[in-house]
């Protein structure tokens, strides 16, 4: 594990996004026809991916976590660029068996042949497949929610030395609705979720740090890479939207509740329902 103060590059990071997800976006890539449109946080990510980044034959990209997803094969015949995923496949976490359902990760070499699986995992510094130094776009859709908040930053310094100079990251992350109902539908629980919820992230912010960050707000994730990085990234240039505006912003997407009652545990169960948004990270490297 690399030291979070071990660090000694001439190189500058620049926040330039930070923000959520919209359906505004979603509907215009649907009438537009874009590519892996669909409803839902997927269904805006992808595409957006696609419509964000200026593709070069030639390009070297890599998608963290990218799995079983079509995407990096797309862009690979599409574009002419070199596609890499970065993904275990829960075989070190011990989730090999629940990503098992969608096949074995080896049949990925023959179905995707224009990709190169790595099989290894973001934040493990001592890899000998990862390169560094490498890529002109590293992204993520849907895939560091479920990195553990104690790791995120191993996370981020890998993708960081990944990335060529000139290089972008754009990541695309899930995340609750901060304030919302805690619990029962009633005077309580609303004032449990949004005073309650709010003094939580205050006291949460307050003491946080790279190892323990608060990751479940926009302002959260803005100082964690603060708390990383430190006078290596630059965020002045974004104000993320606060905990009261993202609850009262209906613009954001959200997850389905078809996709939450079938895959969120417990899968096939009625449970109640949160508003699961997704949220937009660019990072710039000069």
């Not at 000998?128 to 930053?153: G, K």
């Not at 890998?158 to 009633?186: A, N, R």
Request: neutral net charge.
């Amino acid at each position: 594990m690399l030291p979070l103060n071990d660090w000694h590059s001439a190189t500058m990071l620049y926040l330039k996004e930070l923000r959520w997800g919209t359906v505004t976006e979603l509907m215009e890539m649907h009438s537009k026809g874009i590519p892996f449109a669909d409803w839902g946080i997927k269904g805006h990510n992808r595409p957006f991916i696609l419509t964000s980044c200026q593709f070069t034959p030639g390009m070297k990209i890599v998608e963290i976590g990218g799995a079983y997803s079509d995407l990096p094969q797309y862009i690979a015949s599409r574009f002419g660029c070199e596609v890499h995923v970065i993904d275990d496949f829960g075989v070190e976490s011990g989730e090999a068996e629940m990503w098992s359902r969608w096949g074995e990760r080896e049949g990925l070499l023959q179905r995707n042949p224009n990709v190169r699986y790595i099989f290894d995992r973001a934040g493990n510094f001592t890899s000998q497949e990862i390169p560094l130094n490498y890529y002109d776009l590293i992204f993520t859709v849907s895939t560091l929610e479920h990195v553990p908040p104690q790791a995120m930053a191993d996370v981020f310094r890998h993708m960081e030395q990944m990335l060529k100079p000139g290089g972008k990251m754009v990541h695309c992350i899930d995340l609750q609705i901060p304030l919302k109902l805690h619990k029962t539908k009633d005077l309580k629980g609303l004032l449990a979720g949004t005073l309650g919820y709010y003094l939580y992230f205050a006291f949460a912010n307050r003491f946080a740090s790279a190892r323990q960050p608060q990751l479940k707000t926009l302002q959260g994730w803005k100082s964690f890479l603060k708390k990383v990085f430190g006078n290596q990234i630059d965020t002045s240039a974004v104000n993320p939207e606060g905990a009261l505006m993202s609850s009262l912003n209906t613009d954001i997407v959200t997850e389905p509740m078809e996709i939450v009652y079938k895959y969120y545990p417990p899968k096939d169960a009625p449970k109640f329902y949160r508003r699961n948004g997704t949220f937009i990270m660019v990072i710039e490297k000069k």
